[in-house]
């Protein structure tokens, strides 16, 4: 019998393979699955994507140039611990670009794009009532970049999408709790959003991200102390 393509060892595909590792790694460690200060190891890594170290070697410069994880001639590779004043300065960053892009979105009122957002957020609630957590953190990083190309502005996008990746580390979220309350202001967002209620939006925006944001400096200040 045929194995479903979806059981196929990264190995087994002829493209971009240090890409698909790249994202599959980005994606654990964004969701938490993997967390500050773990290690990762070549072999093992290739091993278990069935790919020769090659691909594994280049995808760990690519989340190494990310911010995302740190090599070290002593410790190895790991999982780089987030600086709870760079978080903070990220956060202070992000919370003015999110802010804008929310009330553009609502100035521009792009119905085709704000109704793939609504999808977007659909399926977010969605997952999060069958509570398929992994599938949570994919989905806010489409669900802002849905609002990101609603403001119609591409330089401002592109700039939200380096934010986005640069303080992923720290804004990993795995509390159910934390979630339901996110995917509840993802709502809220959009809705003003669609109201075209552009004060309501930036602030809303600006709100979510700050919160986000004091929960990631929490986080960095006490992985930071483990480390010490």
Not at 4 to 17: E, I
Not at 189 to 199: H, N, P, T
């Amino acid at each position: 019998m045929k194995k479903p393509q979806s059981s196929r060892p990264l190995g087994a595909a002829h493209t971009a393979l240090f890409h698909q590792i790249y994202e599959a790694l980005r994606d654990r460690i964004q969701s938490g699955e993997l967390r500050p200060g773990d290690r990762l190891v070549e072999d093992r890594l290739a091993e278990d994507f069935g790919v020769s170290r090659n691909p594994v070697r280049e995808a760990i410069r690519m989340l190494s140039a990310d911010g995302l994880i740190e090599v070290n001639a002593r410790r190895g590779v790991y999982i780089a611990v987030p600086d709870p004043v760079k978080i903070q300065e990220l956060v202070e960053i992000r919370a003015v670009l999110e802010g804008h892009n929310a009330r553009l979105a609502a100035r521009r009122g792009n119905p085709k794009l704000l109704a793939a957002a609504g999808r977007i957020l659909e399926r977010g609630q969605a997952a999060l009532i069958a509570e398929k957590t992994e599938s949570l953190t994919r989905l806010n990083d489409e669900f802002h970049s849905a609002l990101a190309r609603a403001s119609e502005n591409e330089s401002l996008s592109e700039m939200l999408g380096s934010m986005r990746l640069r303080s992923s580390l720290g804004f990993a979220m795995s509390d159910p709790v934390v979630q339901a309350q996110s995917w509840q202001e993802h709502a809220g967002i959009l809705q003003a959003i669609l109201d075209g209620d552009e004060d309501t939006a930036e602030a809303l925006s600006r709100s979510h991200v700050l919160k986000a944001g004091d929960r990631a400096k929490e986080r960095a200040e006490t992985a930071a102390q483990a480390a010490s």
